[in-house]
Structures are given as structure tokens and as C-alpha cells.
Nanobody, 122 residues
């Protein structure tokens, strides 16, 4: 069992960058796929990116490809989301989640953090 805790959110101008971090408790971090999701006002929570247990395989939603990079450090029990060239439409609460399968589906993740707010101003 792991408990994700996100950090690094904030307010940034369009075109700027933010680095989100997700630290997890527990010793089993390396056995979990890690994902980032986001929830914007008036929209459903959506998949952003995921990374396999080894860190080799990553998936991204089309709207962030080329701008966001997901990575993990199993020695630090932490997963990251580097967000560059941010757009106002990236504004949302960003959630980190841990699951057993490297999937885009919300239902594939068992443990969720509380979220961190990212606001991109135009």
C-alpha cells in the first residue's frame, strides 16, 4: 500500500513551466505504475500521463505530448511531472495515483493523492 502526496502546484503565466512531485509512503513504490490525472472545473477527471514500474514505458494524453514529461525515482519513492509551455487550458487540480497496470483508465489506479492546484494565466 502507498499513499501519494503531491506538491509543486502554483500559478504560472502561459508559456511557463512547473515541476510537480509526488512522494509516496510505503516500501512497495517500485511495484506500482504511477499516473498523473487532472480535474478542471466543469470537466471530468482525465488522464495526463503514466509511467511503468521500471520507468521505461510512458503514456501521455495527446494534448500534453511534447510539453509534459513524466519520470520516477524509485530510490526516492517519487514520481515527477515536468510541465513546459503551459497553456491556460492546463489549469486544473492535478492528482497522482498508484496502480498495478500501466493504463490510462482511472479505474486502474488504487491509491490517490489529495491533488495540487495548477493555474495558468493568459
Amino acid at each position: 500500500q502507498v499513499q501519494p502526496v503531491e506538491s509543486g502546484g502554483g500559478v504560472v503565466q502561459a508559456g511557463g513551466s512547473l515541476l510537480l512531485s509526488c512522494a509516496t509512503s510505503g516500501r512497495a513504490f517500485s511495484t506500482y505504475t504511477m499516473g498523473w490525472f487532472r480535474h478542471a472545473p466543469g470537466k471530468e477527471r482525465e488522464f495526463v500521463a503514466s509511467v511503468s514500474r521500471s520507468g521505461v514505458t510512458t503514456f501521455y494524453t495527446d494534448s500534453v505530448k511534447g510539453r509534459f514529461t513524466i519520470s520516477r525515482d524509485n530510490a526516492k519513492n517519487t514520481v515527477y511531472l515536468q510541465m513546459n509551455s503551459l497553456k491556460p487550458e492546463d489549469t486544473a487540480v492535478y492528482y497522482c495515483a498508484a496502480g498495478r497496470v500501466n493504463t490510462r483508465a482511472l479505474g486502474g489506479y488504487d491509491y490517490w493523492g489529495q491533488g495540487t492546484q495548477v493555474t495558468v494565466s493568459s
